[in-house]
């Protein structure tokens, strides 16, 4: 059994008079399923487009059109499609007189008063109005930087 293609007419397995396009039929499944609950089907675990009886599940699976494409996931045949990729030993780290650990340094923390004059600040905590008045003060003093 060949995989359908997207367009071609596939027979609903609840119903022998629904043709249904192939790439439609999980939403058809969906909807005619509801209809039919008192039957006894089974979704096939390879493709949930493949709606048999209970009795018939086992058969299906181990005969299942898409079982091809889930044993070639899971087994590797062969070794020749995997490249061989030779083992590098990482370079030694040359000796080096910095020490980050050491250094006591603080954090860089930005100084409002220095700061340049491309910037223009957005105020937290105040009024619309007062937010407005001090971003057009802002947009006047405003010097593209350099």
């Known amino acids: 059994m060949t995989t359908p293609a997207p367009h071609q007419l596939v027979t609903c397995p609840f119903n022998k008079s629904h043709q249904i396009e192939h790439y439609r039929m999980h939403v058809h499944l969906q909807k005619c399923s509801k209809q039919h609950k008192n039957l006894k089907y089974s979704t096939c675990p390879l493709d949930a487009t493949h709606i048999v009886l209970d ?9 299942c059109p898409k079982s091809v494409m889930f044993h070639s996931k899971i087994y590797i045949m062969d070794n020749d ?15 080096c007189e910095e020490d ?18 491309h910037i223009i ?26």
Do not use: C, F
Request: glycine share 4%; proline share 15%.
């Open 100 to 117: 980050w650990e050491s250094s006591n340094v603080s954090s860089y923390v930005p100084d409002p008063a220095k700061k340049g004059p």
């Open 121 to 146: 600040n957005k105020i937290k905590g105040a009024t619309p109005s007062e937010r407005r008045k001090a971003r057009m003060q802002g947009i006047q003093t405003y010097k593209p930087p350099q």
């Open 81 to 95: 499609h995997r490249p061989i990729v030779p083992v590098q030993r990482p370079q030694p780290v040359e000796d």
């Open 55 to 63: 009795a018939q599940l086992d058969h299906h699976v181990a005969n």
